[in-house]
């Protein structure tokens, strides 16, 4: 399909006309482009991200741990292994791809809470046929249980998001209860812990911080911080080994007492997982098919252990092209990375480089950076080397460190015309406003930070256009987790990286809130902005928009949106399709529509277009 610029385009549709005649409707009709074929490369990490533990029984009533898998992708499953004799076995959950709360109720039975979905999921270690059963939501409005604590009258208390909600179930009646929000304008209900007085605590943020006392008794809640005492942040709680609950508010750690918040000079350590031999659980971990975990003996002798479980594979998050026209991406939650050689057709799983997400790559055609959530955490990996992920000189990936003030999901990361690293970042919790982030690779360190370069608004794309050694961006009205945007509409922009400063700035699709992807070529700046979808034009040297146009294949993929100067073409993905735009006429072509979904890309090297289809690395060859 052909989409001459400007006229007015509609979604359009496949029509067979015959093969000798070939027409335009009104309607746009479609006809695909190119001789290409996709190809399913394979699934790159099959391991889990252990969202934490528990000491339970089985259904003969032998002490067994319990491990929760996520699988961001998939389903969750928990892993039941025998305490002696290690025996396991894997239950799969029927909703949900990640829980972040698990806990051995008073009942013997293992509880379960959904991200995402929020949903109580229940394991009865006496009846493992039925194996993990959903409950239900115990809040219609909530999409996260974060954790769960046991209150003195024996019922499982959960805190929620994202209406900052306290919810309960009863193990004896099978009754469960949403109490409410505890907060009026927070929605992070984060942490929960019982104390020894018999009240519950539950950390509140992300804007305020707060804590509020629960009694299971009378239903009462208090809150714990006045008003105007309230610091920025989130306030988290634990119990400690006296039994007593701890806070820690804005750096400040507190005991809770009663109603009161006495300040400490130190938090005790939380109580350890303890087997009824007095080994404890002190680590685990998981590889591509085992769960490896240490229990230490009373005398302090530790004991490797290991588990195996099968994986269905995790979502692949973020792709992108790479030195020796490798394909490399990562997963999330756990944060994996993997490559694929075109030349021998090789897909290896890499391994960790910290950080939960890896958001954005850049290469310099030697070296590949990459840059990672939380706070936006830079790493280097030169491809030459084996792969030992550390911080210190020797090591490959080498780890740099944090960005600055103002970084959180660092959207995009490009190799500037300086040869420096430009990182541009969305704004961390509870807060409004990114900021852009530079590091020199000459100097070996992050040499400037700029917050707000976009008042309120984080960075969401970036480019630089080789022509005037400007660097492009476009912003995002979204707030950090908990906030609540501020600006109306995003802009895009022009920074001079040899003046340091802001040379431009428009609203170049009124009313829309995010630029989700930015390339150059000949001269001109290519964007898409959402909700509108709609792909914008613009002049790099003068700033002038030369034109607007809906995309009309569905929603453009964030950061999808590549120049590729063998064909003189850009690509992008825009929902499960493929296209191009000429950059001289501005037409807009479907290359192919794929029948996996498309979930993230796009790398686009001499063997094809790479995109990640949720678990799956997909092809499409030229």
């Given amino acids: 399909m052909i989409l001459p610029f400007p006229k007015g385009l509609r979604r359009p549709g496949w029509r067979v006309v015959g093969l000798a005649l070939l027409t335009f409707t009104l309607n746009a009709v479609l006809s695909r482009v190119g001789a290409g074929e996709f190809e399913v490369l394979g699934i ?34 928990l892993l039941q292994v025998n305490a002696k004799s290690g025996k396991a076995s894997q239950f799969s959950a029927p909703i949900g791809e990640g829980a972040r709360s698990v806990i051995a109720g008073p009942d013997k039975s293992v509880y379960l809470g959904t991200w995402e979905s929020g949903y109580l999921l229940k394991f009865d270690p006496h009846q493992p046929e039925k194996g993990l059963v959903s409950l239900g939501k115990p809040s219609a409005t909530e999409s996260y249980i974060w954790e769960f604590a046991v209150g003195a009258d024996d019922r499982i208390y959960g805190c929620t998001y994202p209406q900052a909600r306290l919810i309960r179930y009863d193990c004896k009646t099978g009754q469960s209860d949403d109490l409410g929000r505890l907060d009026q304008s927070e929605m992070y209900a984060r942490s929960i812990a019982a104390s020894t007085n018999g009240s519950l605590y539950i950390g ?83 590889t591509d098919d085992h769960v490896l975990y240490t229990l230490t003996t009373p005398k302090g002798r530790k004991q490797a252990k290991k588990a195996a479980f099968d994986g269905a594979g995790i979502r692949i998050f973020a792709l992108a092209a790479g030195p020796n026209e490798h394909i490399y991406g990562s997963t999330a939650l756990p944060l994996e990375v993997f490559d694929y050689s075109p030349q021998d057709k090789m897909l290896r799983h890499l391994g960790n480089s910290t950080g939960a997400e890896i958001y954005s790559f850049a290469t310099d055609g030697n070296l590949l950076y990459a840059c990672a959530y939380p706070r936006s955490y830079l790493t280097v990996y030169d491809p030459r080397k084996a792969w030992e992920f550390g911080e210190q000189r020797e090591n490959n990936p080498r780890g740099i460190g944090y960005m600055g003030a103002g970084h959180l999901r660092p959207r995009a990361t490009i190799i500037g015309p300086d040869g420096r690293v430009y990182v541009g970042s969305l704004a961390p919790y509870g807060e409004v406003g990114g900021a852009l982030g530079i590091y020199d690779p000459k100097q070996d360190k992050v040499v400037e930070n700029y917050r707000n370069i976009i008042p309120d608004q984080g960075i969401s794309a970036l480019c630089q256009d080789p022509a005037t050694g400007r660097i492009f961006g476009g912003s995002s009205s979204e707030a950090g987790g908990g906030a609540r945007p501020v600006a109306k509409e995003c802009l895009t922009f022009a920074w001079n990286p040899k003046t340091r400063m802001k040379e431009w700035e428009s609203a170049v699709v009124a009313g829309d809130h995010q630029v989700v992807a930015l390339t150059a070529a000949h001269g001109k700046i290519f964007g898409v902005s959402h909700p509108s979808r709609t792909l914008f034009i613009l002049d790099a040297k ?50 192919a529509r794929s029948k996996e979904p498309i979930s993230c890309g796009i790398a686009v090297t001499q063997t094809g277009i790479y995109f990640g289809s949720m678990m799956r690395l997909v092809r499409w060859k030229w």
């Fill in 44 to 77: 790159p990490v099959k391991t889990v991200s252990i969202m934490g533990a528990a000491i339970g029984v089985d259904e003969n009533d032998q002490e067994t741990l319990y491990f929760n898998c996520a699988q961001p992708g998939n389903r969750l499953f």
């Fill in 204 to 286: 509140i943020g992300t804007v305020r911080a707060q804590v509020v006392r629960f009694d299971p008794a009378t239903g009462s809640r208090t809150r714990l911080l006045k008003e105007d005492q309230r610091p920025h942040g989130t306030a988290l709680v634990s119990r400690a080994v006296d039994g007593r609950v701890y806070a820690r508010i804005n750096g400040n750690e507190f005991r809770c007492d009663g109603d009161l918040l006495t300040p400490v000079s130190g938090t005790p350590k939380t109580p350890p997982m303890t087997l009824n031999d007095g080994r404890t659980l002190t680590s685990f971990k998981a």
């Fill in 542 to 591: 003068t700033w002038a928009v030369l034109g607007k146009i809906a995309v009309p294949f569905g929603a453009v993929h964030e950061v999808s949106l590549a120049y590729y100067p063998p064909h003189d073409s850009i690509y992008g993905l825009a929902h499960d399709s493929i296209f191009k735009v000429d950059p001289k006429t501005f037409a807009i072509t479907e290359v």
